[in-house]
């Protein structure tokens, strides 16, 4: 009783104290001396409809933009912003001073922005239906508009003059000018743009309309086309030609920061736009896009598409995705577009050393890095260029096809897939050797640490004597080994993975008799392996449909099959085999952590501290000390298991990248577990290893109350664990959280140091949440844990 009063208090006072929700002033034109300040809350001038705000949007912990946006929509989309490259705090100010002049200003007066006012002084501002934000003179002239200097968006019965553009944002949530640009040069060609960035400037143009000479204006008209016109009206070229009417749909058109131009339309009555959390993505169509596949966008001067380094694949949704070369990692996991680095020692030119036997080249289908040779040869085999390539310490990349040689060194450019693949050409990328075989165990060297990524392509052992030898060498170590001409390639060297043939493991799991568990793309069965002392296994049969492709398949489990950690469940073995695709690993004699965690009786609290940490470390390693980063995507308590001295396994790692479902965005591919997910998944922001810190941190509050994120069983304000965590924590009574737990009441200090790893690690900026090596090391103790902000507060602004 006492309890649930206690429960009250703290659940009336945070509604006190929660912040006045939005401060929309009337629609009415703002007169001199009208002025909004930053807030909680977004604070704005709505246009007559509604349809529309100007105003202050908080974007990030502490950072406000004024922006114009959509504001009928849960996602509150900004067409058009001032200070994108420099974010005001909180109590800032933007005034229509008393003498005119319109000014965005900090709590200090400090002046932020100011538009560029043209002729007489202001009388007034008006935020109009259409989406354009006005400041009109005593006679009603408009002296600035935002429809004369967009952003990145251009609004129905918009218009672009010649000599203004439209420059992408920096990345989704990075509002600063970026890398690309839609402009109407004055010489009249429309032309989308690469920027030599961090200068304005254009660098080379990837689409041009052509209309030297004639283009006078882009026009987006009230129906929802856009096109260009010349200096009579006469449309000159259509842009883009909109799916629905203005009526019925809300219209914008984008230079994403991608470099994709792009028509978006949203019904405007749509109620079920809430049930992804109202996020743009899912509801928006995209009508039409420009150019078809920015992926073949090559530069002299400049990268290309993607970052140096990396190579730009087209998504199924026809935005690119950009990608490293094996053995090449982001710079920067957050913006993919920066591009990547070697992860090994590049190779030394020393004559004495000329380290020939230490690299080797990995083919890449599909891909090549037009331009930029700086040596080509003709007329060769491919074991000539192969032998060219790695007896060069310049040569990074080789192309071969038709007896031609083509040699590229570091930073590759304009890496794109392979325009004419039935020529036959293949890319052969140089790695150091040892960097691809291994992954580092833990406790190894970690200043010779490399990171690479891990692969092994068959068909170039298959090509090469090499493979003859490795086998030779390595063959007779495995005892599991049956010479069958088919099933020869998967037996890796330097790994224990054996590949069985489906009756093998039909026979183990008695005709897959015992099932385990099963989820969306595999079902899984207990077995015994006869031929070794009768050992146990889990099979996991993954479904037919899900994959095609063997050498993929293959090159994706050596991967996993190299990973080594007492925290991950060890794969085994795995058999592909016409349709069948299984793996199998160690059987877990202890079920998985759901079921210790959520079962009837109270789990021990120093367990389950050993599992919390036993998992961060697992992660840590698959992120971090892993050759090639394995992002999870699907950390929770069903696939943590427990061996029988009860330490954590990490299960079912690597299976989002051998299902292909890491980047996959639709409802219905969503890969991870309803409350486990982070919010990025339901945004067009890149998935990245922040997603399983965010799982993680869910699952070590569920670790530390031995509750589910959701309980529909609980009270209203109780029922999200996350949101009552916080609560608890912000109102300093953390005992709520392990009531009848008397361990965790006696070890106060950790529940409140691990509650604060937990918030910092579901904050909703994934920028904010820290990696997995720094949770171990604050869980550890070497690392001191600071006060988290709420996890929220990065509202939903993107
Ligand atoms: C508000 O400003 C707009 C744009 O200048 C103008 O068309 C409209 O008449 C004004 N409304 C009022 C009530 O003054
Ligand atoms: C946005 O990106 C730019 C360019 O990298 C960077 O300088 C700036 O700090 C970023 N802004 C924010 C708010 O992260
Ligand atoms: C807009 O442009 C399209 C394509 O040129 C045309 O069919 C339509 O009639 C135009 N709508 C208006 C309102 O001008």
Redesign the pocket.
């Known amino acids: 009783m006492a309890l649930a009063l206690s429960y009250l208090l703290s659940f009336l006072l945070l509604v006190l104290l929660l912040p006045y929700s939005t401060i929309a002033q009337t629609s009415k034109n703002q007169s001199l001396g009208s002025s909004l300040t930053a807030q909680n809350k977004d604070t704005y001038w709505a246009s007559p409809s509604g349809d529309f705000a100007f105003g202050f949007q908080q974007?990030?912990k502490g950072?406000y933009l004024l922006a114009i946006w959509f504001n009928k929509i849960s996602e509150k989309t900004i067409v058009w912003s001032a200070n994108g490259?420099n974010?005001v705090p909180i109590g800032s100010k933007v005034e229509l001073t008393k003498d005119g002049q319109f000014v965005l200003s900090d709590p200090t007066g400090k002046e932020i922005w100011k538009p560029g006012l043209v002729g007489t002084e202001v009388a007034y501002a008006a935020m109009l239906d259409s989406g354009n934000f006005v400041l009109a003179s005593q006679d009603s002239r408009s002296s600035w508009q935002s429809f004369d200097n967009p952003t990145d968006t251009i609004l129905p019965t918009q218009t672009m003059k010649k000599g203004s553009k439209l420059v992408a944002h920096?990345?989704e949530?990075?509002?600063?000018n970026?890398r690309f640009q839609f402009r109407l040069q004055m010489g009249g060609n429309l032309s989308l743009e690469t920027i030599a960035?961090?200068l304005d400037s254009p660098n080379s143009d990837y689409w041009l309309s052509g209309t030297e000479g004639n283009g006078f204006q882009v026009v987006f008209n009230q129906s929802g086309s856009i096109y260009l016109t010349d200096i009579n009206g006469s449309i000159l070229q259509n842009i883009t030609s909109s799916a629905g009417s203005t009526q019925d749909f809300y219209q914008r058109a984008v230079m994403e920061y991608d470099g994709v131009f792009i028509q978006y339309v949203y019904p405007k009555n749509s109620t079920n736009t809430s049930n992804i959390a109202g996020r743009w993505p899912m509801a928006w169509s995209s009508s039409t896009l420009m150019p078809p596949n920015v992926c073949l966008l090559a530069e002299d001067m400049g990268s290309g598409a993607c970052g140096f380094n990396s190579y730009c694949k087209l998504r199924d949704n026809r935005r690119p995705e950009c990608l490293c070369p094996r053995g090449y990692s982001f710079i920067d996991p957050d913006?993919v577009m920066k591009g990547c680095k070697q992860d090994f020692q590049p190779q030394s030119c020393d004559e004495a050393n000329p380290e020939t036997d230490q690299f080797e080249l990995i083919e890449m289908p599909n891909v090549n890095w037009p331009k930029f040779d700086y040596a080509h040869f003709q007329g060769q085999t491919e074991d000539w260029c192969r032998k060219a390539c790695l007896d060069d310490c310049f040569c990074s990349v080789v192309i071969f096809g038709s007896g031609h040689c083509w040699k590229k060194k570091n930073p590759l450019s304009n890496g794109m897939p392979e325009q004419n693949p039935s020529i036959g050409t293949k890319a052969l990328i140089k790695i150091r050797k040892n960097s691809t075989l291994q992954c580092s165990r833990p406790g190894a060297d970690s200043k010779n640490k490399v990171r690479s990524t891990l692969i092994i392509i068959v068909s170039v052992l298959l090509s090469s004597s090499v493979f003859l030898n490795l086998l030779f060498l390595f063959g007779f170590r495995f005892k599991f080994w049956k010479p069958n001409v088919l099933q020869l390639y998967p037996v890796i060297p330097g790994m224990n993975l054996r590949s069985f043939t489906y009756e093998e493991l039909r026979e183990a799991t008695s005709g897959f008799k015992e099932e385990l568990g099963s989820g969306a793309f595999a079902t899984v069965y207990k077995g015994v392996l006869q031929s070794e002392d009768r050992y146990l296994v889990a099979v996991k049969r993954l479904n037919n449909r899900v994959r095609e492709g063997d050498l993929e398949f293959n090159a994706e489990v050596s991967a996993i099959g190299r990973t080594n950690h007492r925290n991950l469940v060890q794969l085994l073995g795995f058999c592909n085999e016409g349709q069948h695709r299984l793996l199998v690993y160690e059987f877990m004699s202890n079920g998985s952590l759901a079921s210790f965690l959520f079962g009837d009786s109270l789990p021990n609290w120093y367990q389950r501290i050993q599992i919390a940490l036993g998992t961060a470390r697992g992660l840590s390693y698959l992120h971090e000390e892993c050759s090639s980063q394995i992002i999870h995507c699907d950390i929770k308590p069903q696939n943590i298991l427990l061996d029988d001295s009860f330490t954590a396994r990490i299960s079912d790692f690597g299976l989002a990248k051998l299902l292909k479902l890491d980047q996959t965005r639709t409802t219905t591919g969503i890969r991870g577990t309803k409350g486990y997910v982070a919010p990025e998944w339901f945004r067009s922001m890149p998935v990245t290893i922040k997603v399983d810190v965010y799982s993680f941190g869910i699952l070590l509050l569920e670790l530390i109350c031995c509750r589910k994120n959701f309980d529909a069983k609980e009270q209203e304000d109780l029922m999200i664990l996350a949101d009552w965590a916080y609560d608890c924590f912000k109102d300093m009574k953390l005992e709520l959280l392990v009531a009848n737990d008397e361990e965790a009441i006696h070890d106060m200090k950790r529940v409140e140091k691990y509650v604060m790893i937990a918030i910092w690690c579901i904050q909703e900026d994934p920028?904010l949440r820290p990696t997995m090596k720094k949770v171990v090391q604050m869980m550890e103790g070497a690392v001191e844990v600071s006060v988290p902000p709420g996890p929220s507060s990065f509202i939903s602004s993107i």
């Not at 949530?173 to 600063?176: A, H, K, L, Q, V």
């Open positions: 974007i990030r950072g490259d974010l920096y990345s949530g990075n509002f600063s970026g960035f961090p913006d920028s």
